[in-house]
């Protein structure tokens, strides 16, 4: 059985940074797609970054530059208050991210509980 779990939420400042971490028990493929979402309430949920065992990388537009992911972590800079969501760890075993990585949530297998950010002004 695999179990996703994250770590590292919290409330900052505009400006400020967090990192966001992605626990993985249980899993035995090596080959992987990896991925964070976040949530707004009554919004959909939707793609943040991803990456896989062979380290293809994808990120959303507006996360670029600021955010970078590494497997089993999300490290977010110069946060903004409309980053504040509750973020999820996705994990799709025995799969490499596709291009549809930040859009397909019905892709992955497994989901984290998620964890809050709050980013204020």
């Known amino acids: 059985q695999v179990n996703v779990v994250e770590s590292g939420g919290g409330s900052v400042q505009s400006g400020g940074s967090l990192r966001l971490s992605c626990t993985v028990s249980?899993?035995?493929?090596?080959?992987?797609?990896m991925a964070w979402y976040r949530q707004i309430p009554g919004k959909k949920r939707e793609g943040v970054a991803s990456i896989d065992n062979k380290a293809n990388i994808q990120y959303a537009h507006d996360v670029q530059g600021r955010f970078t992911i590494a497997s089993g972590f999300l490290e977010m800079h110069t946060l903004k208050p409309e980053d504040t969501a509750v973020y999820y760890c996705?994990?799709?075993?025995?799969?490499?991210?596709?291009?549809?990585?930040?859009?397909?949530?019905?892709?992955?297998?497994?989901w984290g509980q998620g964890v809050q950010v709050t980013v204020s002004s």
């Open positions: 249980g899993a035995t493929q090596s080959t992987y797609c």
């Open positions: 996705a994990y799709d075993p025995g799969y490499w991210c596709t291009s549809n990585a930040l859009t397909r949530t019905e892709d992955y297998t497994y």
